[in-house]
């Protein structure tokens, strides 16, 4: 629970306190409840509302603690159900009951009667609350643990935020080698995609791969290209763009482009398989451009020879993306990174700075530098198709994303090439880049869970980063806190 649900729940306490009552309060089996003494009221965050309380339920007298909450699920939601301090709770209050539920569960399997305020208090007040329900939709990220956290020492936070960060790593790792073993096998049988969806399972999966079958430099580039453009489409297109990858191959996009005029025939092949170009036979002149013209006209050559498959423009998502994330600028610098790939030695570049580059700061620092993409050409000044941007366009990837692309997705493929050809001494540096990376950018998970465990010192070192996010991802969203190694300590 925030402290600012503490702070909207005063009217609450206010009611319970002063018995302020529009109605006899009852519970769900029809018993009266009489206030005998409301109890005193609990300044700890951490604890019930009101301690040592005097009810009479029915027939019987009770003496304990009230918890008074706005919803009634926010008795899990808080995570009172596997917190011992709520043992002896006595009564469960909210103003809201959705399912009219009549009981809540302490820790040790306790049934606690648990009553709606609803219909006995001020409409006003329901109705600004029930405002207030919408609004905490929203704000899906709170920790359960947060005003626990003083129970755990910093150490046993380090120590599983570091395990999970590795976790996290090797999971990247493993999707690389599943990926580059498709590929292996699909170049071996001559398959093309998705026949691998269909198939080939069976013998792909009881085939026994060895390091000699992975020595084709091609598998590689293509590998990276798809990691890569997934990379690019954030959330809300990743998927798009890693068939979009799959669709228009790198073998194909360099067979077809020649190295002079690359970067507009790449734009060519990739915007149009994308189904992104608009149709410009069919446009008035005034709403074509001479770049749409252009690529549309080179596409017409390519297509003949290009037998893959093409996404539509319904496959992508524009609505509530920043212009900047558009899956247009980041096809745009999808296509430098191709260029990268084919014609500057990319790949053998990143090798080499690994190897020779022995300061991890500055490796790291100078991995970074190869990914922060600066704006050219068309997209400089479009976010889309034949409408100039009011601003222009500094830089097609930033630090933020070159970051997540190098800390995604680099290490994780650069730690299973290196282990694949047996080079144990630099799989192991990669390792050590990954423990001393430190990202220049933050999300919305990372900066919630820093700020919950009291750990905003760690949110720009990438071990500990992605191993928030692990944590929030696999536990927190789970409600698995009684498996987390913080949640064990902070709920005991």
């Known amino acids: ?171 990247k790792c493993n999707k690389v080698y599943q990926r580059l073993k498709e590929l292996t096998f699909l170049k071996q049988k001559q398959i093309n995609e998705p026949v691998i969806k269909y198939e080939m399972t069976p013998e792909f999966n009881s085939k026994e791969f060895y390091s000699d079958e992975f020595k084709d430099k091609n598998l590689w580039l293509q590998l990276l290209y798809e990691f890569i453009f997934e990379a690019l489409g954030y959330s809300q297109n990743k998927e798009a763009m890693l068939k979009l990858s799959q669709h228009a191959k790198i073998e194909f996009i360099d067979e077809t482009c020649v190295k002079e005029n690359f970067l507009i025939n790449a734009e060519a092949i990739l915007f149009n ?37 093409t996404l539509s423009e319904t496959d992508w998502t524009f609505y509530k993306i920043r212009p900047q994330n558009f899956p247009t600028i980041r096809i745009a610098g999808g296509v430098r990174f191709l260029n990268m790939l084919l014609h500057e030695n990319l790949l053998n570049r990143v090798v080499k700075k690994i190897m020779e580059i022995q300061n991890l700061n500055v490796l790291a620092k100078s991995l970074r530098s190869l990914f922060v993409i600066k704006s050219d050409g068309f997209w400089m000044k479009h976010f889309v198709f034949d409408q100039p941007a009011k601003n222009e366009i500094r830089y097609f990837i930033g630090a933020s994303r070159a970051d997540e692309i190098v800390v995604n997705v680099l290490l994780p493929f650069m730690a299973v090439y ?75």
Request: glycine share 6%; hydrophobic share 30%; with cysteine.
């Open 1 to 171: 629970m925030s402290n600012n649900s503490k702070y909207l729940e005063e009217p609450l306490y206010e009611i319970w306190q002063n018995l302020d009552f529009q109605k006899k309060i009852v519970t769900a089996d029809g018993d009266d409840i009489e206030i005998l003494d409301p109890g005193t009221r609990d300044e700890n965050l951490g604890g019930p509302d009101f301690k040592n309380a005097r009810l009479r339920i029915g027939n019987l007298t009770f003496v304990g603690d009230v918890e008074i909450d706005i919803n009634y699920s926010d008795w899990k939601t808080h995570a009172h159900n596997v917190n011992n301090d709520f043992n002896k709770v006595i009564l469960h209050v909210s103003l809201f009951n959705k399912y009219m539920q009549p009981y809540v569960y302490s820790k040790d399997g306790r049934k606690i009667p648990s009553i709606s305020l609803n219909d006995c208090v001020d409409k006003n007040l329901v109705k600004r609350f029930d405002k207030l329900q919408k609004e905490q939709k929203s704000n899906h990220n709170q920790l359960k643990c947060v005003y626990n956290q003083d129970k755990v020492e910093i150490e046993v936070k380090k120590k599983f935020l570091a395990e999970l960060g590795m976790n996290r790593f090797h999971k």
């Open 418 to 492: 290196f282990d694949l050809f047996s080079n144990e001494k630099h799989a192991r540096k990669v390792i050590d880049i990954y423990n001393v990376y430190l990202q220049q950018g933050e999300n919305n998970i990372i900066r919630k869970v820093s700020e919950g465990l009291g750990v905003q010192d760690l949110k720009n070192s990438t071990v500990y980063t992605q191993g928030m996010i692990e944590l929030f991802r696999n536990y927190c969203s789970k409600n698995r806190c009684m498996e987390c190694e913080i949640g064990k300590v902070a709920f005991a």
């Open 273 to 309: 398989v994308g189904g992104l170009v608009p149709e410009v036979s069919k446009l008035p002149d005034q709403e074509k451009s001479d770049y749409s013209v252009k690529i549309y006209e080179i596409w017409k050559e390519y297509k003949q020879k290009y037998d893959g498959e």
